[in-house]
């Protein structure tokens, strides 16, 4: 699976581990930044993976900040993704079964390495369930975002 993976300073040393743990796993991995500890913003960050995924250059996206609610909330802005902030396999997995979450959040300062890397495993793992509820819900979300994206 391609992964777009980005992380501003807080997420920077986590992103790093992931990286090579996604390449491990035979991912290809494409590096959205950042490349160094120094202050970084989280939206620009958040932006590029969101762009690689809503692109199509990445089937899913990663993005690790301090404490993945920056990262959520701007991916979020972003039309056609919806990333989840996870801190637990549970909602790794039932974000992409029950929601086709396309984008994981996690914060670096929250969660340590090893549990960052059960999420992934599971969230990576976890495919959207095509159930007629989920797609119901999934698609009124998308609608809502087609709604309040029209009336800028």
Same mark, same amino acid.
């Given at each position: 699976?391609?992964?777009?993976?980005?992380?501003?300073?807080?997420?920077?040393? =986590?992103?790093?581990? =992931?990286?090579?743990?996604?390449?491990?796993?035979?991912?290809?991995? =494409?590096?959205?930044?950042?490349?160094? !500890?120094?202050?970084?913003?989280? !939206?620009?960050?958040?932006?590029?993976?969101?762009?690689?995924?809503?692109?199509?250059?990445?089937?899913?996206?990663?993005?690790?900040?301090?404490?993945?609610?920056?990262?959520?909330?701007?991916?979020?802005?972003? !039309?056609?993704?919806?990333?989840?902030?996870?801190?637990?396999?549970?909602?790794?997995?039932?974000?992409?079964?029950?929601?086709?979450?396309?984008?994981?959040?996690?914060?670096?300062?929250?969660?340590?390495?090893? =549990?960052?890397?059960?999420?992934?495993?599971?969230?990576?793992?976890?495919?959207?369930?095509?159930?007629?509820?989920?797609?119901?819900?999934?698609?009124?979300?998308?609608?809502?975002?087609?709604?309040?994206?029209?009336?800028?």
């Amino acid at each position: 699976m391609k992964i777009a993976l980005g992380a501003d300073h807080g997420g920077y040393e =986590l992103k790093r581990h =992931l990286h090579g743990i996604l390449e491990k796993w035979g991912h290809q991995v =494409l590096n959205m930044g950042v490349d160094g !500890p120094e202050a970084a913003d989280y !939206p620009d960050y958040a932006r590029k993976v969101a762009q690689a995924v809503v692109g199509r250059q990445a089937e899913r996206g990663v993005i690790i900040c301090g404490s993945g609610v920056g990262a959520s909330v701007a991916a979020n802005k972003m !039309p056609g993704i919806r990333a989840g902030l996870c801190h637990d396999t549970f909602s790794a997995r039932q974000g992409v079964e029950d929601d086709d979450v396309n984008v994981l959040c996690m914060g670096a300062r929250v969660i340590g390495s090893e =549990l960052a890397v059960e999420i992934l495993k599971v969230w990576l793992n976890a495919e959207f369930s095509g159930l007629k509820r989920h797609v119901r819900r999934r698609d009124k979300v998308i609608a809502m975002e087609k709604e309040f994206s029209s009336r800028r």
